[in-house]
């Protein structure tokens, strides 16, 4: 039986990157504001109307029926990248182990470690996705853009929801990731049945992605507080044993 000590070992430098490359994706939101600041559109960025890749086109002109002009494109899209990018590393990094189980020092169960893997592989295709979506704007390759969208948006949610159920029994923070993947894939369902054809259509896109961010970065933080406690527990059981005499 493995002690306390080793497991499920979140403690090492594999996971506190892991969980640190979840919580950079919050980076989105400065760049968001940073590039809807800087909006040089006939009007005024409207975060209800126009989809957050408007953000990231590159000419100047009309898109699908929008004025877009974007003249800090490449730092959104860049955004992008680093977001999808963290995303990878994340899914990568954090084992089934450890992630199943929320980075507590309990067993996972073979059904709970095939779920978190089920998360982790959507987590790197939704990441994966979010790549293709930096590195082909909105207005270069129009459909090869929305793929990679949609690998995002539906990869992130199902793996919060598989994860937030999975966290359900180990910690609060599970109710909080699945209400924010189900929040999300509702949106998306949403988006992809009325083709994002609503009346304000960028507020839906928002509630379909701004909660995978949120969700994948609170993800981080359990993690990484997961191994902050496993380094004080290290520390106490080292602290605690008995001194070798001395020869």
């Known amino acids: 039986m493995r002690s306390r000590e080793t497991f499920p070992a979140p403690a090492d430098v594999r996971h506190y990157l892991g969980a640190w490359s979840a919580v950079s994706v919050v980076q989105?939101?400065?760049?968001?504001?940073?590039?809807?600041?800087?909006?040089?559109?006939?009007?005024?960025?409207?975060?209800?109307a126009n989809f957050i890749s408007d953000l990231g086109a590159l000419r100047c002109g009309l898109h699908s029926g929008r004025e877009v002009c974007s003249p800090l494109n490449w730092l959104m899209n860049g955004s992008f990248v680093l977001q999808g990018l963290g995303m990878l590393l994340a899914a990568a990094l954090i084992t089934s182990t450890v992630l199943g189980v929320a980075a507590r020092p309990t067993e996972p169960s073979p059904r709970g470690l095939t779920a978190t893997t089920a998360a982790r592989i959507l987590l790197a295709a939704a990441g994966a996705g979010l790549v293709v979506v930096g590195l082909v704007p909105e207005d270069s390759i129009?459909?090869?853009?929305?793929i990679g969208a949609g690998f995002y948006f539906g990869g992130a949610s199902l793996a919060l929801v598989i994860l937030g159920a999975q966290w359900?029994?180990?910690?609060?923070?599970?109710?909080?990731?699945?209400?924010?993947?189900?929040?999300?894939?509702?949106s998306t369902v949403i988006g992809a049945t009325t083709?994002?054809?609503?009346?304000?259509?960028?507020?839906?896109?928002?509630?379909?992605?701004?909660?995978?961010?949120?969700?994948?970065a609170l993800?981080?933080?359990?993690?990484?507080?997961?191994?902050?406690?496993?380094?004080?527990?290290?520390?106490?059981?080292?602290?605690?044993?008995?001194?070798?005499?001395?020869?």
């Open 28 to 48: 989105f939101f400065v760049a968001e504001a940073v590039v809807a600041l800087r909006w040089a559109g006939p009007t005024p960025y409207s975060r209800s």
């Open 142 to 146: 129009d459909a090869l853009h929305l």
């Open 168 to 186: 359900l029994a180990h910690t609060a923070a599970g109710w909080a990731v699945l209400g924010l993947g189900v929040l999300s894939l509702v």
């Open 195 to 216: 083709r994002l054809q609503v009346p304000e259509p960028g507020l839906l896109e928002r509630f379909m992605a701004y909660p995978i961010t949120f969700g994948i």
């Open 219 to 247: 993800m981080g933080a359990v993690i990484f507080a997961g191994a902050q406690r496993q380094q004080a527990e290290i520390r106490r059981l080292r602290a605690a044993r008995p001194s070798s005499p001395a020869s």
